[in-house]
C-alpha cells in the first residue's frame, strides 16, 4: 500500500501558474508509474498525467497537453504536476494516484493508491 499527500494547491487568477507536489510513502517509490486526476463539482473524475517508474514516459489528457507538465523525483519519493495557463475549467479538485504497475497507466483502473486532493481554483 502507497500513502500519498499532496500539496500547492490554491487559487490563481487564469494564466497564471501552480506546481502541485505529492509525497508517497510506503511501497519502493521507483517501482511504479504515477497519476494526476481530477474533479471538477457536479462531474466525473478525469485522468489529468501519467509517468512511468523511470520519467521517461509520459502521457496527459488533451486539455492539458502543452500547459502542464508531470515529473518525479525518485530520490525524494515526489511527484510534481507543473500547470502554466491556467484556465478557469481546470478549476477542480486535484487527486494523485499511484500506479499498479511501473508503465504510465492513463485509466483511473491501473492506479492502487489515491491521495486525499488538493483544490485548485483559477478565477477569470
Known amino acids: 500500500q502507497v500513502q500519498l499527500v499532496e500539496s500547492g494547491g490554491g487559487l490563481v487568477q487564469a494564466g497564471g501558474s501552480l506546481r502541485l507536489s505529492c509525497a508517497a510513502s510506503?511501497?519502493?517509490?521507483?517501482?511504479?508509474?504515477m497519476g494526476w486526476f481530477r474533479q471538477a463539482p457536479g462531474k466525473e473524475r478525469e485522468f489529468v498525467a501519467a509517468?512511468?517508474?523511470?520519467?521517461?514516459?509520459?502521457n496527459y489528457a488533451d486539455s492539458v497537453k502543452g500547459r502542464f507538465t508531470i515529473s518525479r523525483d525518485n530520490a525524494k519519493n515526489t511527484v510534481y504536476l507543473q500547470m502554466t495557463s491556467l484556465k478557469p475549467e481546470d478549476t477542480a479538485v486535484y487527486y494523485c494516484a499511484a500506479g499498479r504497475r511501473p508503465n504510465s497507466a492513463t485509466t483511473a483502473g491501473g492506479f492502487g493508491s489515491w491521495g486525499q486532493g488538493t483544490q485548485v481554483t483559477v478565477s477569470s
Open positions: 510506503g511501497r519502493t517509490f521507483s517501482s511504479y508509474g
Open positions: 509517468i512511468n517508474w523511470s520519467g521517461i514516459s509520459t
